[in-house]
């Protein structure tokens, strides 16, 4: 199944290439489009938790800090 895609998928290749990568499939983009979507929709989810609990509606960096703290590296 298709989803449209917040990100560009040139972006991705970008990333794959930076990260040392000599020549990129579409297919790996494309996942890696995908995998860092979900996490990002995660992270925002848990930002907006936050923001509710605090009282607040506006979302704020310290609130996406938080919420990215669960995947490790952030």
């Given at each position: 199944m298709m989803r449209s895609s917040e990100l560009g998928l040139s972006a991705m290749?970008?990333?794959?290439?930076?990260?040392?990568a000599e020549r990129v499939s579409d297919e790996?983009?494309?996942?890696?489009?995908?995998v860092?979507?979900?996490v990002a929709e995660d992270i925002a989810k848990n930002a907006v938790?936050?923001?509710?609990?605090?009282g607040r509606k506006t979302i704020k960096g310290?609130?996406?800090?938080l919420a990215s703290k669960q995947f490790g590296k952030f």
């Open positions: 290749y970008r990333i794959l290439k930076k990260a040392g790996s983009a494309d996942e890696l489009r995908r860092i979507e979900d938790d936050m923001a509710n609990h605090a310290e609130d996406i800090k």
